[in-house]
């Protein structure tokens, strides 16, 4: 009841704020994310904690060994290969799963109505369990599977797919099936918030497909790409456990994760080396987004700055227009 | 306020509460939460004390639990049965100390008994009799004399047993179940000179007359009469089961798990069926018709002779679980009590005689099958006691382990107030990978089990780790066999990991034939040296066939898994020092397993043959399985060399040839590892354990005289006195079997621990080995191969 009237109070635009008013907003705002904080610092922020410290620490957790661990760590040629393996997979998949999953939304999109059922059908991988997901991979690319049974009668040559480099390929093939449906409900609900008017417009001053994608659909469909690339990205890590379900705890050198990894230092009791992998990651993850910050920062600064260039050249020439002539 | 701003607060509210409802539940404990052994009785029965509960101490804990304890008889009394309850509610039971037949009474439910000797003890033959006691004190029982058997019954009411004739039709009994006052069902067999349809042929002395004809013997169960006079009732085929004694011509058929229910009108009686999908309890009435009263009764394979009923009617049996209760007309079998800290619980037990008393007791005769010493228990509901004792300690294991499970025995016998949880991982149905994850988390995070049994774990990793605490004081470790132990004595004398088993791989020969084998490749010339093997296993006749000593094969193996599996118990601490790979040693392994299968053509062996055992044992000694590696050296002769893993030093004695006997000679099997010998129940303790104290109790009784005796089919005892008296035991087997080396000494040659490969390691040279059988690869290749495939796994322990 309090709650409801402070936030009646405070939408109430155009008056003043009464005192103290902000603070009774800063409590409310605390008040309703409490909850979710503390369940946040219980199960990841304590936890990183406790990893960031094992990390310079024996398996323990006892005795401070300095750097050590993450200097292991970086001489392990498993961890090079897994960390490798990784990088590849995140960055040949999720672009992949993000440029499929819009191509397949473009579609539906463009299908209207008729595209409906399509929507329910490409979400059907994820109703799938990953058990089953399992056996239709040991189904179809097992060395006497349906696909090298149709290889066969095709005249070629078998592929060993769970034993040679095509294993990374099964799994990215594995990932954008189950993935694509999802990304494409996501980039259908940007879709969806693109106003009418401004196709309408563009279709009046003649603009091409290619105009209209690139001027109008892409720009607003930028919101909805930020959220379809995190997911995605987090759903990249839960390829692990078809791979492991599969191909065990030693899977073909293409296809050996991180996860691969640092569940045998797991069962091997390398805690130090496991909570110094994950540290790494972590660095090379905020590395990685720093970077991108960076990156957008640039733009931003380089896109004000041309559109102060701009406004300066209009007025200039403005000015030039308006001067007297002598 | 509108009605539905109401209601939406109102299931906010709702919500709110069941929010914090589950918040709080998450934090509490189980109320039911015991330790396994000390578990509240299954269901509340009218009649029955385990429905009891102490109210005085109800605020506080639960109180009650079932204790065991040994019926306190004279030492050398050997009791003939479980005590039969009487009409009058008194127990009676009859035993003998090899002179005199005593009746033993008791009127406190088994809780003290007045010894009273009987006026026929002249009668007792030379084995013990066979005895049925009825509830008015009638008793019926046999002698046997001289190999005659004599049948004599002592009626209510009189102490002068009267002989009594065998009725046409029955000239042996082997089992006796009185269902009534004037009611017996006997179990036997006639003997004829022809063969009989469903009979069997006797050899030897049993099998012939005075005249030296042959004799047929066919079962026979019939109700009779107690005086055995008139036949009530011909069981066409109730024989639930049959047994083979070692040396003895005669198969015995007998009824499975009998009890006479006598809450039936008439005559009735249990008994228990085993079909192919399970057990099935039946009853029997007057008219001979057996109905099933209940399908697939659990755990009932060890029941056939521990059976009872009560008045009421409900059947009562035996397992190693504890005792379950069919409640008549009932469909569900209850576990009435847990015999996980109880005698009962311990495998190579095998009960000999149950029965209940009207206040809820139990007896049980129970028997050691190495030993075949019988002791009868009395298991009784205590209300004084606490439902669960105060000191929980909890043992994990990831398979089960009976020396883990006598172990827990004797800690409860020693220490009442230690109550002891045992976690055997696998058998809860998780993956090892998954129970390996949870304890190492458990233990990583400062809790976990508090001892643990690190068979099938890297032991010298949770070492290494510092998760192992120093129990050198707990265990006294000057007792044990010094070759044994050392491997695993720190070089301050401090102790993390001990086996409390061992085994040795023992290869054996004719006489002077072992010898000169002593390496891999000594035993590879000498197989080679012999015919090959030809492709048969134990489906085939040829498998039987006994050969003359030159036509010999070398060495029984059916698959390429069998061949390395029996190269690694020598040679896997020389492949894997727990850090690199020696590729020298997986040539030697799979330079043997190529150049064996090559000569043998184990190409065109069958992928799945049919794996042969047997078990034997008798005479006091303890048991002994032989498979293929032994059974074709041994009971086929067909095999030069035999193989097989010494548990228990009657293997020594069971290894000979049945035909054409030359004496046996074994070593310890050759290969990279000298002395090669296989630890097992590798114990250790928690390091952030807070029992340490009672994890220590519970190791001494691990290593302790009266554990380490038991023989639980797991491995030889690593106490010098177990060990010395294990040897004793079974001497006799040992000489009979023509072993005429010295056993202490071939103990003393053991040196080297061998643990089983990491399964990464053994999956990458089963491959090998089977590339190699089938000749697809060259052992350069498959050398390679074994490394490629190793690769990450060698990569990740950098």
């Known amino acids: 009841m309090r709650l409801h009237s402070i936030f009646r109070k405070s939408s109430r635009a155009g008056r003043p704020p009464r005192p103290g008013q902000k603070a009774v907003n800063r409590l409310a705002v605390f008040c309703f994310l409490a909850p979710s904080m503390a369940g946040v610092a219980t199960f990841y922020c304590i936890p990183f904690l406790d990893v960031l410290r094992r990390s310079v620490a024996d398996t323990l957790g006892q005795t401070f060994v300095g750097l050590a661990n993450c200097r292991a760590v970086l001489q392990n ?62 189904v179809l690319f097992a060395s006497h599977g349906l696909c090298n049974r149709v290889l066969t009668s095709l005249g070629a040559t078998p592929v060993d797919f769970m034993g040679t480099g095509a294993a990374f390929w099964v799994l990215i093939a594995t990932y954008l099936w189950k993935n694509s449906g999802y990304d494409m409900v996501l980039w259908l609900a940007g879709l969806g918030r693109i106003p009418q008017q401004q196709y309408e417009a563009a279709a009046v001053d003649g603009a091409g497909t290619w105009q209209v994608f690139w001027h109008i659909t892409w720009p607003g469909l930028r919101p909805a790409f930020c959220l379809a690339a995190l997911l995605s990205l987090i759903n990249s890590f839960k390829v692990f ?58 733009a931003k600064y380089g896109a004000r700055k041309a559109q102060t260039r701009g406004i300066r050249r209009q007025k200039a020439e403005r000015q030039g227009e308006n001067a007297p002539q002598k | ?325 069919v409640a008549k007309g009932g469909s569900l079998a209850e576990l009435v009590f847990e015999a996980t800290t109880f005698q009962m619980g311990v495998s ?33 509901y205590d209300e004084t006691l606490p439902a669960a004792p105060a000191d929980g300690l909890v043992v994990w294991s990831l398979e089960d382990n009976q020396t883990v499970r006598a172990a827990i025995v004797q800690l409860a016998a020693e220490h009442p107030e230690i109550g002891v949880e045992y976690q055997a991982a696998l058998a809860s149905g998780v993956t090892k990978t998954d129970a390996i994850s949870t304890l190492n988390a458990e233990l990583l995070a400062g809790s976990g089990p508090d001892v643990l049994i690190l068979d099938g774990l890297d032991y010298k990793a949770y070492q290494q780790k510092g998760l192992l605490a120093d129990y050198s004081a707990s265990v006294d470790t000057a007792a044990l066999l010094p070759n044994i132990v050392a491997p695993f004595l720190g070089s301050d004398g401090s102790v993390t990991v001990l086996p409390a088993r061992f085994s040795v791989p023992m290869v054996y020969s004719d006489n002077g034939e072992t010898a000169q084998l002593n390496s891999l490749a000594a035993l590879q010339a000498a197989i080679l040296a012999c015919p090959p093997r030809p492709a048969m296993d134990s489906e085939d006749h040829a498998y039987y066939e ?26 896997a601490p020389a492949i894997w020092d727990g850090s690199s790979l020696n590729t020298d040693a997986v040539r030697e392994v799979l330079g043997f397993v190529q150049g064996v299968a090559n000569y043998y053509g184990m190409k065109d062996y069958k992928k799945e043959p049919q794996i042969n055992g047997v078990s034997g044992g008798g005479e006091g000694s303890d048991a002994v399985t032989q498979w293929d590696g032994g059974y074709e050296y041994g009971l086929t002769g067909g095999a030069a060399y035999g ?15 049945t035909q054409g006997d030359a004496g046996t000679v074994a070593v310890v099997q050759p290969g990279p590892t000298a002395g090669a010998y296989l630890p097992g129940t590798l114990a250790a303790v928690n390091a952030s354990s807070q029992k340490q104290e009672q994890a220590g109790a519970f190791l001494s009784a691990l290593f302790s005289e009266t554990v380490q005796e038991l023989y639980q089919e797991d491995g030889c005892p690593v106490r010098q006195t177990a060990l010395a008296a294990s040897i004793a035991r079974n001497q006799s087997a040992i000489t009979k079997g023509g072993y005429t080396g010295d056993v202490q000494a071939l103990f003393a040659t053991l040196q080297t621990p ?40 060698l990569s990740e322990k950098q």
């Open chain 2, 643 to 657: 193989r097989g893993v010494l548990q228990t030093p009657a293997f020594l004695g069971d290894i000979r040839r």
């Open chain 1, 241 to 298: 456990r078809e791979a492991y379900l599969v191909a065990g705890q030693y899977p073909h050198e293409s296809i050996y994760l991180l996860q691969h990894l640092f569940n045998n230092w797991f069962l091997s009791l390398e805690l130090g080396r496991m909570s110094a992998g994950a540290t790494l990651m972590v660095v090379a993850g905020l590395g990685l987004a720093g970077g991108a910050w960076l990156v957008q920062c640039c």
């Open chain 2, 1 to 325: 306020m509108k009605f539905v701003q109401m209601a939406r607060r109102v299931g906010a509210a709702a919500l709110a509460a069941a929010l914090l409802a589950t918040a709080v539940g998450c934090g509490s404990k189980t109320a039911g939460s015991t330790p396994q052994g000390a578990a509240a009785p299954a269901k509340t029965a009218e009649d029955d004390p385990s429905a009891a509960t102490s109210t005085g101490n109800t605020a506080t804990s639960p109180m009650g639990r079932w204790v065991e304890e040994k019926v306190a008889l004279d030492e050398n009394i050997t009791p003939y049965g479980a005590p039969q309850p009487m009409d009058d509610g008194s127990l009676v039971l009859y035993g003998e100390d090899g002179k005199t037949i005593y009746r033993y009474i008791s009127q406190d439910d088994g809780a003290s008994w007045l010894q009273t000797p009987t006026n026929w003890a002249d009668l007792a033959g030379d084995i013990p009799p066979l005895m049925a006691t009825a509830p008015d004190g009638a008793v019926l029982f046999n002698t046997y004399e001289q190999g005659g058997m004599r049948t004599y019954l002592k009626e209510a009411g009189s102490d002068t047993p009267t002989e009594l004739t065998l009725p046409e039709g029955l000239d042996s009994i082997n089992q006796m179940t009185i269902l009534d006052p004037d009611t017996v069902l006997i179990s036997g067999s006639t003997k004829s000179s022809e063969r009989p349809a469903n009979g069997m042929e006797a050899e030897g002395d049993a099998g012939t007359d005075a005249e030296g004809n042959p004799v047929y013997y066919s079962p026979v169960c019939a109700v009779y009469d107690l005086h055995l006079q008139n036949k009530r009732l011909d069981l066409t085929n109730p024989l639930g089961g049959s047994v083979s004694f070692y040396n003895s011509p005669v198969s015995i058929d007998f009824v499975s798990g009998p009890a006479a229910d006598r809450s039936a009108a008439g005559w009735q009686f249990y008994q228990i069926t085993y079909t192919e999908s399970g057990a099935a309890l039946q009853t029997v009435d007057e008219t001979g018709t057996a109905q099933t009263v209940f399908e697939n009764l659990p755990s009932a394979r060890d029941a056939a002779f521990g059976a009872a009923a009560d008045k009421d009617g409900s059947y009562y049996y035996f397992s190693p679980d504890g005792i379950y209760r």
């Open chain 2, 546 to 571: 006994n050969r003359a000593p030159g036509q010999r094969y070398g060495m029984s193996f059916l698959t390429a898994a069998d061949l390395l599996d029996f190269t690694l118990q020598s040679a």
């Open chain 1, 77 to 138: 040629g498993a961890f090079r290969l897994a960390a490798k393996n990784t990088a590849r997979f995140l960055a040949t998949c999720i672009p992949l799963l993000l440029l499929c999953s819009l191509l397949l939304a473009l579609l539906v999109h463009a299908a209207g109505p008729r595209g409906k059922p399509y929507q329910t059908t490409f979400l059907l991988p994820m109703a799938i369990p990953v058990a089953s997901i399992v056996l239709l991979w040991r």
């Open chain 2, 348 to 380: 190579g037990v095998l009960c000999r005689g149950l029965s209940h008393s009207e206040n809820g007791s139990f007896f049980a005769l129970l028997a050691n099958m190495g030993t075949n010493e019988a002791t009868l228990y009395r298991y009784y």
């Open chain 2, 754 to 793: 061998v643990l089983p490969l990491d399964e990464e390691i053994h999956a990458a040279l089963l491959q090998a080995a089977n590339a190699l059988v089938d000749g697809t690869k060259t052992l350069d290749d498959a050398v390679t191969e074994v490394q490629n495939a190793l690769t990450l796994y």
